[in-house]
């Protein structure tokens, strides 16, 4: 009795310790920069302010976190690492930890399910009473999104081994079917003139994003190598379309698959003198070289027109068919009255199919021989080379046809915005995309796909909480944080899970059956 | 002639301030073979906690004499640096020891995304910009109405640079801390064998890397004057090039690498084009790791299964 409670006592004690530690580094790391605040004053000068109270609350909130983290998880973790270890075939922490996430989101989708049952049977029964002012689009729409929402819950209720495979098994063709319909659902829900913003900032922005994470995915996902440049291509995509078709006056649809040769040839011609570079360096070099062909964007004055960038770029047109106001614009053509949404649902479509063809690629290429090298060589490069497997090959394929897809990308971006300049390819850029295919899950399509749906909706999110201005004052303003945010996700999904969102492999080729091979067994050699 | 020897002048000053960051990417990649992407950043708050405590120093606490304050601000701007390099060893770097081989480096990327954009949140992202510190200069000759000129600021760079490369060989080579230093560098597993403690020995590699980031800071602040919450980017990679120019793991090349880095960026601003002066500095970089890996002093690397 008395051996525990010293123990107890002994316990609290040392967690008190710890959180005074705690709090004491924070006070240190954050005295400068926090508490004090350098601002220009009116005569131009620099004067100094203190920020006492913002200091010492998060000195506060360090201390306790800790204290909170000594006494509730640390103990909890330690009783289950005494746990008798898990015999195989029972639950490791990824799956346990993947079961009860699934079965936290079930039960956040049943209950927008429930909220849409409830919407359906209301538009039911306004439909119903009033027949004829009915609106029998709601109503689909709605009852297609409850149909969704009530078998997503139901999947992710199952929870265990089975829903996760049904989850794997259906959440391609259940995404690749959500991303179809989602122009139309939010035209439907919002409206015509609210849903620009809807498809355009979300669908339009976060889609440009998977397809570029899916394009590094090739090189860093499959091939292993680190490429922080990926940018540069995309440059070299978005720069040939705006010039060609300023000074040529060539379609789109020419252009679009010749900014992709023109991206695939500066991948190879970049590729090729860092072939001998592994690892970090290989990184640094592909960084350099983003960094050259920005500042040459920046400094070529004559062609580039520098810093201001390239503006009036024409549009794609529908086939031939231009999205304006026109006798001979789409609107005309097909009888509708015009509006700009139409060019962004086209917009939408071309970029979706664009993924799309990026994901088709991918996948078939992995079952040919080349796919196979490229992840032989990301295991070993070593063992790949006394195979016989040729490397230098199957390096520059991996970053030709990456950086084919950043072209691609890079020649929409170009019509996309009308605009572009030297701003839009800074190495930050380089990095979210890697954030997005290291935070994936390398190698991973949809972890890929879900961790931009994440970052990048998740920064646009940030533009419409205005709440928070309600909770922090007028002047906050939560874009500030996207890169804050950017950074420390980045760090902290390196250190809890540094595999990614998805760290299991599924094999490309198999024997008898297809297996999803753990993260613990997947160890790449030289990165 | 008389631009060459002024260039001279100030690209050995750009170059000790290089080279000082340097000897922090090549002590970290020597003993953990990590690139600390985020050593450029770390550089960059040092400054900024060197404007705060010079401001400290001269608006609130009054201090007039500039060398006293010179030397508080470089001293206090050392500490609060070193322990902001710990803790992020201790957070992000050390937890993925014995992970795959690009973790801690996207980690680091991580890092200095975040550093970058939490000064400027906390700071605001406009420059700083202090009223010169010290002013006056030495005329050396003159020749055809263009005077070679060498500053106090340029002299006190070049010293504290000297004196510190001095203290710290003194550190790396002949004390208890150096040599384990470079046992670990050698073979962590023999040098935990013999009683090194390899953790206390990384995190203070991390601390004396910081440490001489710290001075780079503050010379740069008292150097240029201004600081931004961006500043961090490109001097990082600057200084990365220098160390592996220099051969990386090796520290005397690390400041020499730093000189020539510094002296190529001024010759080419004042004889070719001073926009394209990155462009010059990267091109090294590239050109250097593609046919010199191994750098001037540098160990060549050996591929094992």
């Known amino acids: 009795m008395s051996a525990e409670a010293s123990s107890a006592r002994n316990t609290l004690a040392l967690a008190v310790r710890d959180a005074a530690i705690t709090a004491l580094i924070a006070f240190g790391l954050l005295l400068p920069l926090i508490g004090f605040l350098t601002v220009t004053d009116i005569r131009n000068e620099l004067i100094l302010t203190t920020r006492g109270p913002l200091l010492f609350a998060f000195v506060g909130i360090a201390g306790f976190g800790r204290l909170f983290y000594s006494l509730s998880i640390e103990p909890w973790l330690r009783r289950r690492a005494l746990r008798p270890a898990t015999p195989s075939g029972e639950m490791t922490w990824p799956r346990w930890f993947a079961k009860w996430a699934a079965l936290f989101a079930g039960v956040i989708v049943s209950l927008t399910a429930l909220i849409f049952v409830g919407r359906t049977l209301y538009l039911i029964r306004a439909l119903v009473l009033e027949p004829g002012a009915g609106p029998a689009f709601n109503l689909m729409a709605s009852v297609l999104l409850t149909a969704f929402f009530v078998g997503l819950a139901f999947i992710l209720l199952r929870g265990g081994d089975k829903g996760l495979q049904t989850v794997s098994r259906l959440t391609m063709p259940a995404g690749a079917g959500f991303l179809i319909v989602y122009p139309i659902l939010i035209v439907i829900a919002v409206g015509f003139g609210a849903s620009v913003k809807w498809i355009d900032n979300f669908g339009i922005q976060i889609l440009i994003y998977v397809m570029l994470g899916w394009g590094l995915n090739i090189v860093v996902g499959l091939a292993g190598l680190l490429d922080l440049g990926y940018v540069a291509f995309y440059a070299v995509g978005a720069y040939s379309y705006a010039l060609l078709a300023k000074e040529f006056g060539l379609s789109f649809w020419i252009l679009l698959p010749l900014a992709g040769v023109l991206a695939s040839f500066w991948g190879i011609l970049l590729g090729f003198p860092v072939l001998r570079l592994r690892g970090d360096y290989l990184a640094i070099v592909t960084l350099a070289f983003g960094e050259i062909i920005r500042l040459v964007l920046i400094n070529w004055v004559d062609l580039t027109s520098g810093y201001a960038g390239i503006s009036g770029i024409p549009r794609p047109t529908f086939f031939g068919v231009p999205f304006n106001a026109n006798d001979d614009g789409f609107a005309s053509v097909f009888g509708l009255e015009f509006t700009p949404i139409y060019r962004t649902i086209f917009l939408y479509y071309l970029i979706l199919a664009l993924a799309f063809l990026t994901a088709f690629v991918t996948v078939r290429l992995r079952r ?160 | 002639m008389e631009v060459f020897l002024q260039q001279l002048i100030n690209g050995i000053t750009l170059g000790s301030i290089y080279g000082l960051i340097a000897i922090g990417y090549t002590m970290v990649f020597g003993i953990i073979g990590m690139v600390n992407f985020a050593h450029g950043d770390v550089f960059m708050v040092s400054s900024f906690i060197a404007l705060i405590v010079f401001l400290i120093l001269t608006s609130w606490l009054g201090v007039t004499s500039v060398a006293l304050a010179l030397l508080i601000v470089l001293v206090v701007a050392m500490i609060f640096t070193s322990l902001v390099n710990w803790t992020i060893e201790r957070l992000a770097y050390r937890p993925l020891r014995g992970s795959f081989r690009l973790a801690p480096l996207i980690s680091a990327i991580g890092m200095s995304i975040f550093l970058s954009n939490f000064v400027q949140v906390s700071q605001g992202p406009r420059n700083k910009s202090t009223p010169p510190m010290i002013q006056g200069e030495f005329v050396l000759f003159t020749k055809n109405d263009y005077a070679v000129t060498l500053s106090f600021k340029q002299l006190i760079i070049w010293g504290v640079t000297a004196v510190l490369l001095v203290c710290f060989w003194y550190l790396v080579a002949k004390t208890k801390l150096g040599r384990a230093q470079r046992a670990c560098e050698q073979d962590q597993k023999m040098a935990a064998l013999v009683g090194v403690d390899v953790d206390r020995t990384i995190s203070m590699t991390f601390v004396i890397a910081a440490a001489l980031a710290a001075v780079a800071g503050t010379m740069y602040l008292m150097y240029y004057g201004v600081v931004s919450f961006a500043d961090g980017f490109v001097p990082g990679v600057k200084a990365f090039t220098a160390a592996v120019l220099g051969g990386i793991g090796s520290l005397p090349g ?26 010059a500095a990267f091109s090294v970089l590239v050109i250097t790791l593609i046919f010199m890996p191994q750098g001037l002093f540098g160990r060549p690397d050996v591929e094992k299964v």
Not at chain 1, 427 to 437: D, P
Not at chain 1, 438 to 461: F, H, N, P
């Open chain 1, 368 to 527: 040919l021989p080349v796919g196979r090298a490229w992840e032989a060589l990301r295991e070993d490069e070593i063992a790949c080379r006394s195979l016989g497997i040729n490397t230098t090959n199957t390096k520059l394929t991996a970053f030709g046809i990456g950086a084919m897809f950043a072209g691609f990308a890079g020649s929409f971006f170009a019509a996309r915005q009308g605009f572009i300049s030297p701003d839009s390819f800074t190495f930050l850029e380089s990095a979210s995309i890697l954030a997005i295919v290291v935070l994936g899950g390398m190698g991973s399509q949809i972890g890929v796909a879900c961790a931009a749906i994440v970052m990048i909706g998740g920064t646009e999110i940030m533009r419409e909480l205005d709440f928070l201005k309600r909770i922090f004052g007028e002047t906050f303003d939560p874009t500030q944080y996207r890169m804050l945010l950017f950074g420390f996700a980045m760090v902290l999904i390196m250190v809890v899970r540094p595999r990614g969102l998805i760290s299991s492999r599924s094999p490309s080729v198999f024997l008898k059956e297809r297996k999803n091979i753990g993260s613990d067994l997947v160890k790449e050699g030289h990165g």
């Open chain 2, 254 to 279: 690390a400041v020499i690498g730093g000189i020539i880095i510094g002296l190529i960026e001024t010759m080419w601003s004042s004889y070719f084009s001073i926009d394209y002066k990155d462009v």
